[in-house]
């Protein structure tokens, strides 16, 4: 599948701090998705985004479809414990449906 | 629960042995996918169902992978002679529109 590339790849935060994390891909994407997966569990939607430059919230993440069409971005604001997991993007590359997902973002919390 | 719904949530098997899972998809969702996660990894995609059709299987589904979904509904995958290198979260998704997958819990296969 294509290669989506996630930074960072994983990150520790304080409670109350905000979190920035990116994807990006050699292809042009239509539509972007934001995943969470906590473990022993299947990836949860969180966000999806259709056009470019489009900036859709959730609560406290906001997600971005990058301009170019090859990046996206997701924020967390004021994380808590709970937003422990690991944060996939995924897309479905030009004329094509499959979804390619990247490696993740692992995201730990400390109280 | 109207989610997708996949079972057992774990399997462990001997080597040679084999294997089969079910998921149920949201009732109204027409597409269902399978994909394997293996640790530190994304999911990756195994095999597309639209209706009763299989319309796609990845280079990665071997020949002793099999999936079926007979009706249009629930769908299983059977995997055969398991290898340890088939050991992963296997999981189900489906989906009414092409880009919005809605994932099953999985099931987790361990191959002694």
């Known amino acids: 599948g294509q290669q989506l590339n996630q930074s960072p790849q994983s990150m520790f935060i304080q409670e109350g701090e905000d979190v920035s994390m990116n994807c990006t891909s050699s292809?042009?994407?239509?539509?972007w998705l934001w995943y969470k997966q906590d473990p022993g569990e299947g990836p949860v939607l969180l966000i999806a985004?259709?056009?470019?430059?489009e900036l859709t919230s959730n609560g406290r993440l906001t997600a971005q479809f990058g301009i170019t069409r090859k990046d996206s971005f997701l924020n967390i604001s004021a994380s808590i414990p709970s937003d422990v997991g690991i944060y996939f993007c995924a897309g479905p590359p030009t004329n094509d449906y499959k979804l390619s997902f990247g490696a993740g973002t692992t995201v730990t919390v400390r109280a | 629960d109207t989610g997708v719904s996949q079972n057992p949530r774990h399997k462990i098997t001997k080597r040679g042995q084999n294997v089969t899972f079910r998921c149920d998809p949201i009732s109204e969702h027409n597409r269902l996918y399978w994909y394997r996660q293996t640790l530190g990894q994304g999911p990756e995609f195994l095999t597309y169902f639209q209706n009763e059709a299989q319309l796609e299987k990845s280079r990665l589904l071997s020949d002793r992978f099999s999936a079926e979904r007979p009706k249009g509904s629930f769908s299983t995958l059977e995997i055969q002679r398991t290898e340890q290198g088939d050991s992963a979260m296997y999981l189900c998704?489906?989906?009414?529109?092409?880009?919005?997958?809605?994932f099953g819990s999985g099931t987790q296969l361990s191959v002694l």
């Open positions: 998704a489906s989906s009414l529109n092409r880009e919005k997958l809605f």
């Open positions: 985004l259709y056009k470019a430059g």
């Open positions: 292809s042009i994407f239509n539509t």
